[in-house]
């Protein structure tokens, strides 16, 4: 998996909206740009993905880069609930491969 | 919905003894599971890649003897870590994968403690 870059830790304060960026320089066309989050003592869970265009889901929005070199993932209004480890990775659509975890950037809400 | 189980939730266990995790697709059917290792503050780590009546194929420095790892249904796969030690105690989460490409489901871990 093509490798990605994010910052260890980000603090928001509830109910604004949290923007988290995530860098892959190295990203090839056939990369689609996952993300997951992993909320404490629990397993990951989808969060949303895309490859060219902005996505819009029930749970966050997924900005792109025009060179796809870098996308941000955005919740809209935070709340106590999305204190998690958001997690950016790449997946080669041609691959029906595992999912490597980096780093990943830990979330803290503030009340 | 695509809901993945593991069983137990969290288990402790004496330094020595073999301990067995199971993890299931409760309503679809999982050709490939994956099992990850996470250690406290860290990412999760990829362990092995367990397809169904095959063997699994493990990650670069996983012990394949220590960590048996069984894919005997479609909706089942079960990790026994033998003769546990310490070192050991760890948060293991499997994954399955539902069935295009990009539908994969984690599972919601098991905590090991060994004592």
């Known amino acids: 998996d093509a490798k990605t870059t994010q910052p260890n830790s980000m603090e928001s304060n509830e109910e604004e909206p949290v923007h988290l960026p995530c860098n892959h320089s190295?990203?090839?066309?056939?990369?689609?740009i996952h993300w997951y989050r992993q909320l404490p003592s629990q397993g990951p869970e989808y969060v949303i993905h895309g490859l060219t265009s902005n996505v819009n889901n029930r749970m966050a929005s997924l900005a792109i880069a025009e060179d796809r070199k870098s996308s941000t993932l955005i919740l809209h209004r935070a709340t106590l609930r999305d204190a998690a480890v958001y997690y950016c990775?790449?997946?080669?659509?041609?691959?029906?491969?595992?999912?490597?975890f980096g780093k990943g950037t830990r979330l803290h809400i503030l009340p | 919905g695509a809901v993945v189980s593991q069983h137990p939730s969290w288990v402790i266990c004496k330094s020595g003894t073999s301990v067995k995790i199971e993890c299931r697709s409760l309503d679809f059917q999982a050709t490939t599971m994956f099992w990850y290792r996470q250690f406290p503050k860290q990412s999760l780590m990829l362990m092995a890649t367990?397809?169904?009546?095959?063997?699994?194929?493990?990650e670069q420095g996983v012990e394949k003897d220590k960590f048996l790892i069984n894919h005997a249904s479609l909706t089942l796969s079960t990790l026994t870590v033998t003769s546990a030690h310490p070192e050991d105690s760890s948060f293991y989460i499997c994954?399955?994968?539902?069935?295009?490409?990009?539908?994969?489901?984690f599972g919601p871990g098991t905590r090991l403690t060994v004592t």
């Open positions: 990775i790449l997946r080669d659509m041609n691959r029906d491969d595992k999912i490597i």
């Open positions: 190295t990203i090839s066309g056939t990369d689609y």
């Open positions: 994954s399955a994968k539902k069935g295009g490409p990009y539908e994969q489901y």
């Open positions: 367990s397809n169904e009546g095959s063997k699994a194929t493990y």
